[in-house]
């Protein structure tokens, strides 16, 4: 069951601020924005943050959508709903019919994005099983998610946590932050992905967060060329993702 995070701002370089379990995080604020590349490559640059990933994104998240400070209310406006907000994951849709048919999920650091290609396993034998049928890399930067393990479409706060998709791009934890997010702002969470039943080759792409009137949304199957998104860095004193 998720634990409450308080929020709050401080100033000098301006940061986004949460405290999760007595540990605080900070989000660097303005974020990042132009294409998936660029942005993560900024961020290069920058000694004092590291690309906020994984339950960060959710935290970040569920910060835009319950606080009302000038700052947290412009990352929702601004940042998920007229645009979206990146995250440094990239994914890879195998076809049904395929050894390996299913979702390979790519830690992302540099924002290589879709500009180089993602390599599929040979085979997973190696790999260590997790919960909600995640498959975890030897080196602890690969995800993949077999058919069967992951629905895309709405989800409740239930279904969410138990999906092997959102659970690889989120964490558990996150997933369930991100899908009651959605509940407490009387929204939807929605899962979008390519369907690999209706594609004959693998398809790459990235994974954004962003949101509407209606829905909260954890999108894996984005272009990563348009420079109007978001990318966000934590401050690498802070909590690291889990």
């Known amino acids: 069951m998720e634990k409450a995070i308080a929020f709050g701002e401080i100033g000098g370089r301006e940061w986004l601020t949460y405290n999760r379990d007595g540990r605080e995080g900070r989000f660097a604020f303005p974020p990042v924005q132009g294409t998936h590349r660029s942005c993560y490559q900024a961020m290069k640059t920058d000694g004092e943050i590291v690309p906020a990933e994984r339950l960060d ?21 601004n940042c ?14 195998v076809p049904h019919g ?3 048919a299913g979702v390979l999920l790519e830690r992302d650091l540099e924002g290589e994005g879709r500009t180089t290609k993602m390599q599929l396993p040979k085979d997973i034998s190696g790999w260590k099983k997790g ?19 992951y629905t895309l ?13 959102a659970t690889a791009a989120l964490t558990e934890e996150g997933a369930e932050r991100f899908a009651k997010t959605a509940v407490d702002a009387k929204l939807k969470s929605w899962t979008w992905g390519y369907d690999i039943k209706e594609i004959t080759n693998p398809e790459q792409a990235v994974v954004d967060l962003d949101g509407d009137v209606d829905w909260l949304y954890l ?20 909590e690291a993702s889990a």
């Open 98 to 100: 395929n050894d390996l």
């Open 153 to 165: 479409g709405e989800h409740t706060i239930n279904s969410l946590i138990k999906d092997g998709f």
């Open 57 to 77: 994104l959710a935290v970040l998240a569920q910060g835009a959508y319950t606080q009302n400070t000038p700052r947290w209310k412009q990352v929702k406006a």
């Open 131 to 149: 919960d909600n049928g995640i498959y975890l890399s030897p080196e602890g930067n690969r995800f993949f998610v077999p058919e069967g393990s």
């Open 80 to 93: 998920f709903v007229s645009r979206w907000v990146r995250t440094p994951m990239r994914t890879l849709w």
């Open 219 to 238: 999108d894996g199957y984005s272009w990563s060329g348009s420079d109007g998104g978001y990318a966000f860095g934590v401050a690498k004193t802070g």
